[in-house]
């Protein structure tokens, strides 16, 4: 394997920070312009690593941004439409938030669900970076994290794990994490519409028509019951326990501790989190596949899928044996880090989006969290992975993890900003 250390990275730092701030919309960076044109919730968090590590205060405006849009509930929501753009669908008018149930007075646009809480623990990076300029930021963002993290433990964390109410929320669109929910819906009454996503990229690397109408109709489903979780949570047929969005959220509350201690405030509520999270995992380990996996709530099957929401384990602070065994087995078949999607299992497709491809932001929480449990080989040769794809493949959305193929969106965000953060030889971040 090519050693990182002789490649020149001047340049393509350069470049980094030269998408970040192309991307930037005053406030808020969008993921990447034309595919995705509004503030995206984790997108946004990550952008914040980026940026500080060259404009610490830049870092905590997107941040500051993003928390401005929660609603009264403390949900913080996926998308924030701070603009009006026909180049995206759906936009705000078929969401129609308006009259959300937990909205209360907030009147930013936005989308109905929300997306995994990485928030919390990379705003401790964006503190830790510059502790003495983070300190206020720091101080006046907790309320609203911990408040995001009790809605989630109220609104999500029914079975212990925490679930999901439409793909999107788990940030991984088309995973077969969701394969069985989603063939549960029949997408009757949808209307016609018009998809924006194939016509900024080739289809194949997209999400199929037959996931689109199911997440127009769970979109339809949420708005018709006015975003009410509790109505919500009753009645629909998706409902999953995701891997990304509990191990975020646990590795976040254990941030979010560290924070309270920064700050002398009192952190027992973060504790009894942590600990409902830490024994509500369990339910997601599929002895079958010895991976952490999706979960269909509504029959209790496991998805059956290996992927790298379920390599996040570690980035949780959790660590087994088994667990150890399959993430080698699954990067001895991949050529660059940790593949969506097994590419031993039935699904595999090396470009369509979450069922294959590799993401820079999953490889950098999965290695974070391998090298903090003793996994150095692993967690260095996903780090060397990830800059060999940017320095020879670009800023992509995502990669082939077979051949290195960049594919989705380019000049993206959180690629740029992840290589900033710790994919480039010169990171400072360790
Ligand atoms: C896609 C991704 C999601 C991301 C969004 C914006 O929907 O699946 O994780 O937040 O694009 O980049």
Redesign the pocket.
């Known amino acids: 394997m090519k050693d990182m250390t002789d490649l020149n990275t001047g340049p393509l730092d350069e470049e980094a920070r030269r998408i970040l701030r192309l991307n930037d919309k005053g406030g808020y960076t969008v993921?990447t312009a034309g595919l995705?044109p509004y503030q995206?919730n984790?997108?946004s968090a990550f952008a914040a690593i980026g940026f500080a590590t060259f404009d610490t205060d830049r870092a905590w405006v997107e941040l500051e941004t993003l928390f401005s849009a929660q609603w009264d509930n403390g949900m913080v929501p996926h998308i924030i439409f701070h603009v009006d753009d026909d180049g995206y669908f759906p936009g705000p008018d078929v969401w129609s938030t308006s009259n959300a149930v937990g909205r209360g007075a907030q009147r930013l646009k936005s989308s109905g669900v929300s997306?995994p809480p990485v928030a919390a623990s990379l705003a401790w990076k964006v503190y830790e970076s510059d502790p003495e300029l983070g300190e206020a930021r720091l101080r006046a963002l907790y309320p609203k994290m911990v408040a995001f993290h009790r809605w989630i433990m109220e609104a999500r964390a029914e079975s212990g794990a925490v679930c999901i109410t439409h793909p999107?929320e788990a940030?991984?669109?088309n995973a077969p994490d969701w394969d069985e929910a989603m063939a549960g819906i029949d997408p009757v009454g949808v209307g016609a519409y018009t998809r924006r996503d194939t016509g900024h990229v080739d289809a194949k690397m997209r999400p199929t028509q037959a996931d689109y109408d199911r997440y127009i109709w769970l979109v339809q489903f949420g708005r018709d019951r006015d975003w009410d979780d509790a109505k919500i949570a009753a009645e629909s047929p998706f409902r999953v326990a995701d891997p990304t969005m509990t191990f975020t959220c646990l590795r976040s509350l254990r941030d979010l501790a560290q924070a309270a201690d920064a700050l002398a405030e009192p952190r027992a509520e973060i504790d009894g989190w942590i600990a409902t999270l830490e024994a509500g995992v369990e339910t997601l380990w599929n002895p079958e596949t010895q991976s952490y996996e999706g979960r269909n709530l509504r029959t209790g099957n496991f998805s059956g899928s290996v992927s790298n929401a379920g390599a996040l384990c570690w980035w949780a602070g959790l660590d087994r044996e088994e667990a150890r065994h399959t993430l080698d087995q699954v990067l001895a078949r991949s050529n660059y880090g940790v593949p969506s999607y097994d590419p031993a299992g039935p699904a595999f497709d090396h470009l369509r989006y979450?069922r294959g491809p590799v993401w820079a932001i999953m490889n950098y929480m999965a290695a974070k969290g391998m090298a903090e449990a003793g996994l150095g080989a692993q967690a260095d040769r996903i780090r060397r992975d990830t800059a060999r794809l940017i320095a020879e493949r670009g800023f992509a959305e995502y990669f082939s993890p077979v051949d290195g193929t960049p594919a989705g969106g380019g000049t993206f965000t959180w690629t740029a900003a992840v290589w900033l953060a710790w994919a480039s030889p010169s990171a400072q971040e360790n």
């Open positions: 993921p995705y995206w984790w997108d997306q999107w940030g991984r669109d979450w």
